[in-house]
């Protein structure tokens, strides 16, 4: 299994970043915990996250990593 880091966060499991790339709830979730923190780097990163995840599903770069998988 091929592992990917987006955001500085490697993620092992393709199919849950995957996924994550696409559900607009689960990013909400994590930068409103993020958020809910009280802590600025923690809500920076969760930002990173989900715009990283969504810039990668946008130019294909997901799409391309699944079909090696």
Do not use: C, H, W
Not at 2 to 21: R, S
Not at 31 to 53: H, N, P, W, Y
């Amino acid at each position: 299994m091929l592992a990917i880091n987006l955001g500085g966060i490697p993620i092992a499991n393709f199919e849950k970043e995957y996924a994550f790339a696409s559900d607009m709830n689960a990013q909400f979730r994590l930068i409103k915990d993020a958020f809910g923190s009280g802590e600025e780097q923690k809500f920076e990163q969760a930002l990173r996250t989900v715009l990283d995840a969504r810039d990668s599903l946008r130019r294909g770069i997901l799409d391309m990593l699944r079909d090696v998988d």
